[in-house]
């Protein structure tokens, strides 16, 4: 099988990744910060070391302001929910996952919240003029994705966040697509939140990611409940990570994510983003010169994402057969980005092809040949 969703979720991990799971149910499978014991003591220790690994790649001095999550959807309602009042206004792009997109929603029809969607189109638009129009006395937050899911496409950030600290009002970056694969040095960014997986490109298992928080935002916690410390009381307490991190940990996913750190740190930033661009311009050049089908992008994108649609076809019947009949595994559809491919008018959604660190030029090629044919099948339907 040739997996080119790591988009999704990146995969295969590199090594160590599986073995740090393994090590951390075999050998030490208590319960961190709830006991005193070594093992809950061992258990603890490996979620601070991973902590500490991601203040080193993020440029993150107290790893405190760095809250472990599920995954990037559960960091940024923690973000969201956490922050955002009735009577608040909040700026969001088209180009939002779903995992921002209806917590906002949701949030307009149950606590007054209101929402203002800016749509630039790509990524040539003078996004931080655009988005700086729609400012009001009430707006509290402006929330961006770094990268686009759904075509690869990057918005400036740093410039956004310069704009938002201007008006005095809160950035929060969807960084799914790029913590792991772009350089951060968060302390010195202009920006107050940024959630995380730790499932794409930092190469952890599934149900881990984060949140880093700037020490002075004020947030309140999604849940409340356990933290292991200050049993004695019954308020939740606000301290940093802890009163953010209710209820048993996933220490196994955590000590893996830690592994898929080191890697990134042994293999480098640079290398692995020179490997995977190096894959996404022969995928972009390779498909857009196939007749019938269109790449959503004029060029290759800076993120290792091209989706294309095809003349006559359907894009989950594409996938179904790279799926069945070539052993290609590819994702299809709407990407959980209703509103980019509304802005898109991809009304039948697109496909998307995602390549990792893992893949070489040669399964490029080979899903170039393979959407080539399916292309030429269709045209003489
Ligand atoms: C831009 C973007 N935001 C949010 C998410 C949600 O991430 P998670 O699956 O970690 O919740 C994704 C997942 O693909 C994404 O691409």
């Known amino acids: 099988m040739i997996y080119l969703d790591n988009a999704a979720s990146t995969w295969p991990k590199p090594p160590g990744v599986s073995d740090a799971v393994k090590k951390a149910i075999d050998e030490f499978g208590a319960n961190p910060g709830r006991g005193g014991h070594q093992l809950a003591v061992k258990a603890a220790q490996t979620i601070e070391e991973t902590r500490e690994k991601l203040a080193r790649l993020f440029g993150v001095r107290d790893p405190n302001h760095l809250l472990f999550c599920q995954n990037t959807t559960h960091a940024l309602n923690m973000a969201i929910k956490g922050i955002l009042k009735p009577g608040d206004h909040v700026i969001i792009t088209a180009w939002e996952h779903n995992a921002v997109a209806r917590p906002v929603y949701w949030l307009e029809k149950e606590a007054k919240v209101e929402v203002t969607v800016v749509d630039g189109k790509d990524e040539r638009a003078d996004w931080t003029s655009l988005l700086e129009e729609q400012i009001r006395k009430k707006t509290r937050m402006l929330i961006t994705i770094h990268g686009s899911n759904v075509t690869g496409e990057v918005l400036p950030i740093a410039e956004l966040g310069e704009m938002a600290k201007k008006h005095g009002i809160?950035?929060?970056?969807?960084?799914?697509?790029?913590?792991?694969?772009?350089?951060?040095?968060?302390?010195?960014?202009?920006?107050?939140?940024?959630?995380?997986?730790?499932?794409?490109?930092?190469?952890?298992?599934?149900?881990?990611?984060?949140?880093?928080?700037?020490?002075?935002?004020?947030?309140?916690?999604?849940?409340?409940?356990?933290?292991?410390?200050?049993?004695?009381?019954?308020?939740?307490?606000?301290?940093?990570?802890?009163?953010?991190?209710?209820?048993?940990?996933?220490?196994?996913?955590?000590?893996?994510?830690?592994?898929?750190?080191?890697?990134?740190?042994?293999?480098?930033?640079?290398?692995?983003?020179?490997?995977?661009?190096?894959?996404?311009?022969?995928?972009?050049?390779?498909?857009?010169?196939?007749?019938g089908v269109t790449v959503l992008t004029s060029a290759a994108p800076a993120l290792p994402i091209v989706s294309f649609t095809m003349e006559n076809a359907d894009g989950i019947e594409v996938a179904t057969i790279l799926d069945q009949h070539y052993q290609i595994a590819v994702r299809a559809g709407f990407h959980c980005a209703a509103l980019k491919h509304r802005s898109l008018k991809t009304e039948h959604g697109a496909v998307r092809v995602s390549p990792g660190y893992f893949n070489t030029k040669e399964q490029i090629t080979a899903v170039i040949d393979a959407v080539r044919e399916i292309a030429a099948a269709f045209k003489y339907e």
């Open 170 to 291: 809160l950035y929060l970056v969807d960084a799914a697509q790029t913590a792991g694969l772009l350089s951060f040095h968060l302390d010195e960014m202009p920006i107050d939140l940024l959630a995380f997986p730790g499932h794409k490109s930092l190469f952890g298992p599934q149900g881990t990611g984060g949140l880093y928080v700037k020490p002075d935002v004020p947030l309140q916690p999604l849940l409340q409940g356990g933290t292991g410390n200050r049993s004695e009381e019954v308020e939740q307490p606000l301290e940093r990570p802890y009163g953010y991190e209710s209820g048993t940990p996933n220490t196994p996913g955590i000590a893996g994510l830690g592994a898929g750190i080191d890697f990134i740190m042994k293999t480098g930033l640079r290398e692995i983003y020179r490997h995977e661009q190096e894959l996404t311009r022969q995928l972009w050049e390779g498909l857009q010169a196939i007749e």
